[in-house]
């Protein structure tokens, strides 16, 4: 279903109702999603450790659009490592994507999360398709859904309509094997973005997001939320 014959309601960048979504799927309650207030040390020394999983939420334009473009061009022709460790799953559910991202932070950490229940049922039975695969399990798995459904209706003021046409848009940021990940459902692969170390992980990932702030500095809708040990 590239064509997104099916669309849910968008999820919030609210750390409480990712919590709450996750932990209704098996996530055990030592983790939660948290506000990354800012990207410099002063802010960054506020996020919990350890740190395993960065969310950006950027807008979607022209500007943007042509970048992606540009750099799928680029990976294809120079070529990148990837770990075959590392989960990814395509997106081709409308709408699907801060679930996707969720999976892509729960699914690159699972030994030090432990997820269990409906999320460990879900990426035991996915671990060895391929990422197209995958997005395709997800469009059956109703438990996900249902999770998504009830969290997207969560603290909004009014309700969300599957229909909207929504640019915004949710990317994770992992370390797998030493390299840092980002995972976006869209895009026809993960994209390497270098080195990374348990220790430098929150660091090099801020400066990814940078990356994006950077290349659209006139917008002011981005949102930035950690998946971090915090009991």
């Known amino acids: 279903m590239a064509d997104e014959k099916q669309r849910w309601l968008p999820l919030e960048s609210n750390p409480e109702v990712m919590n709450k979504f996750v932990k209704e799927l098996g996530m055990p309650g030592s983790w939660s999603y948290t506000d990354v207030f800012g990207l410099d040390p002063e802010l960054l020394a506020m996020v919990p450790q350890p740190c395993v999983a960065l969310l950006l939420l950027f807008p979607i334009n022209d500007k943007y659009e042509q970048y992606r473009k540009d750099e799928e061009e ?3 022709e120079t070529g990148q490592t990837i770990t075959p460790k590392l989960y990814y799953m395509r997106q081709t559910i ?3 994507c801060g679930t996707i991202a969720l999976l892509h932070s729960i699914a690159n950490n699972q030994e030090s999360i432990k997820p269990e229940k409906a999320l460990k049922t879900f990426l035991e039975n ?12 997800l469009e059956k798995d109703e438990s996900i859904k249902v999770a998504h459904e009830s ?3 969560e603290g909004q003021t009014e309700t969300p309509s599957r ?8 990317v994770a940021l992992v370390h797998k094997e030493g390299e840092l990940y980002e995972l976006d459902g869209r895009k026809p692969f993960p994209i390497n973005h270098g080195k990374t170390t348990t220790d430098s992980f929150l660091e090099d990932a801020a400066k990814v997001c940078k990356e994006f702030m950077a290349r659209d500095p006139e917008e002011l809708h981005f949102t930035v939320v950690a998946l971090a040990q915090t009991g």
Do not use: C, M, Q, W
Request: hydrophobic share 40%; charged share 30%.
């Open 74 to 76: 680029r990976i294809k």
């Open 126 to 137: 996915t671990a060895s398709l391929d990422p197209v695969e995958r997005a395709a399990y």
């Open 163 to 170: 229909d909207d046409e929504i640019n915004l848009h949710f």
């Open 94 to 96: 409308g709408n699907a």
């Open 151 to 153: 969290s997207a209706l």
